[in-house]
């Protein structure tokens, strides 16, 4: 259970990230909003997570769930760059991830 809300407070962090963007410095209501809600959820989640993770591990996966589906978010919906300058690191950071998820699951 402490992997799937992990996981789900990662994705949150997804939703934080892009509404932060949309929000055009806080400027703008909805996702200011959203902004806000996102994070939230996100920190609580994490909090749960990290009552059955190492905290290293749990702050790991979290922060890198969100800086790949953030880059990844990025290419996809904004049009941002997909150059292979990009896009390696980011597959670095996916691969530690997996890693330290695999690691932590044998070590149990």
């Known amino acids: 259970m402490a992997w ?11 939703v934080w990230a892009l ?8 400027s703008r209501f909805a996702p200011t909003l959203l902004f806000a809600v996102a994070g939230l ?9 990290l009552r059955d993770l190492p905290v290293g591990t749990g702050y790991a996966v979290w922060t890198g769930i969100g800086a790949v589906g953030a880059a990844l978010a990025g290419i996809v919906l904004l049009g ?17 991830i997996v890693w330290l ?4 699951h044998s070590a149990a």
Do not use: C, M, N, Y
């Open 4 to 14: 799937a809300l992990l996981i789900i407070a990662g994705l949150l962090e997804v």
């Open 19 to 26: 509404a932060l963007k949309q929000s055009d410095g806080f």
């Open 41 to 49: 959820a996100s920190i609580a989640l994490l909090a749960l997570a």
């Open 80 to 96: 941002e760059p997909a150059t292979l300058a990009r896009l390696v690191p980011v597959g670095l950071i996916a691969t530690g």
């Open 101 to 104: 998820a695999v690691a932590d």
